[in-house]
């Protein structure tokens, strides 16, 4: 069996080859563990820090960002901690207002929106300057009192900006996570609130939380950079990857090599290998066609197929 080598460039500093797939990987495992050697050791409830977390986007399938927050809780595995967010104030103007209203806290944005009116829905004349019913801004709260944007990549810079009301928790945020939008009823219409809060708390691996902006934008960069790598993969290679992540893992809880290079030879030998998905389960390598429910085992000792789970 001859070696594949996946996509690759010199961009990647270190590689591996695989004793299953004979194919070569880059090797990220050597960067995580670099990266996470800066992690901070020692952190406290109160401690402002940075992490990466992925872009909650429908259509951006692998952004992440750069966070910062601050510590709330300490467990043996984890930390918890409060996302932070620039403080923000709301503008919102009806079709027919003379001027905008201000809101700068939640409770009166909330207050506004229980005590609104139904009212006729205007003609197309009265829309006609607005073309809209109402206009809805949200910005910054630093343009409102005449401060400066934070540098978001010194904690120094955060604390105080976070001191000061510039940046406070993402559920302080004035409206946060709540929408404005028009019901229409039989010619008439009010604006009315949409809710969808997420939880304020995030839990954070404890390799994984930083003292600084950079060495977190080290981490997202190699994150990145391994899923970039990845999407540039053949379907062939994708296939062998996979598989060989299937296969270290048992091996890592326990099968021997030998059977593993069982297993992998075996199903190298298959038709059809790039349209299958491989998994582990109870101990076993599992496969099955992306078309098919059905998942099937390989036994290392005779290398028969045996229903699966």
Not at 245 to 254: S, T
């Amino acid at each position: 069996m001859g070696t594949t080598v996946c996509q690759a460039s010199n961009d990647y500093k270190h590689y591996y080859l695989s004793p299953y797939t004979n194919s070569h990987f880059p090797d990220f495992k050597i960067e995580y563990s670099e990266v996470k050697n800066t992690a901070i050791k020692n952190v406290e409830v109160g401690d402002f820090v940075y992490w990466v977390e992925r872009t909650n986007s429908a259509t951006i399938g692998r952004s992440f960002s750069v966070e910062v927050g601050i510590i709330v809780d300490i467990y043996p595995d984890c930390y918890v901690a409060n996302h932070l967010r620039i403080a923000e104030y709301i503008t919102f103007k009806l079709y027919n207002d003379d001027k905008e209203k201000v809101f700068t806290d939640s409770q009166s944005w909330d207050d506004y929106f229980k005590n609104v009116s139904w009212r006729k829905y205007p003609s197309k004349k009265e829309l006609a300057d607005s073309k809209s019913l109402f206009t809805f801004n949200r910005l910054p709260l630093y343009k409102l009192i005449g401060g400066k944007s934070p540098n978001i990549k010194s904690i120094q810079a955060i604390k105080s900006a976070y001191e000061s009301g510039i940046i406070c928790k993402r559920n302080d945020v004035v409206g946060y996570g709540t929408c404005p939008y028009s019901e229409i009823e039989k010619g008439s219409w009010k604006p009315i609130l949409t809710h969808n809060k997420d939880s304020d708390n995030t839990t954070l691996s404890k390799s994984l939380v930083f003292a600084t902006w950079d060495e977190a934008k080290r981490l997202k960069d190699i994150i990145e950079h391994e899923y970039d790598w990845m999407a540039g993969l053949s379907d062939h290679e994708y296939t062998l990857l996979k598989m060989d992540e299937a296969l270290n893992r048992l091996v890592r809880n326990g099968m021997l090599e030998s059977d593993a290079r069982k297993i992998a030879s075996f199903m190298l030998k298959r038709t059809k290998l790039d349209d299958m998905e491989f998994r582990t389960m109870d101990g076993k390598f599992q496969w099955r066609y992306y078309d098919n429910h059905k998942w099937n085992s390989v036994n290392p000792e005779n290398i028969l197929i045996d229903d699966g789970a």
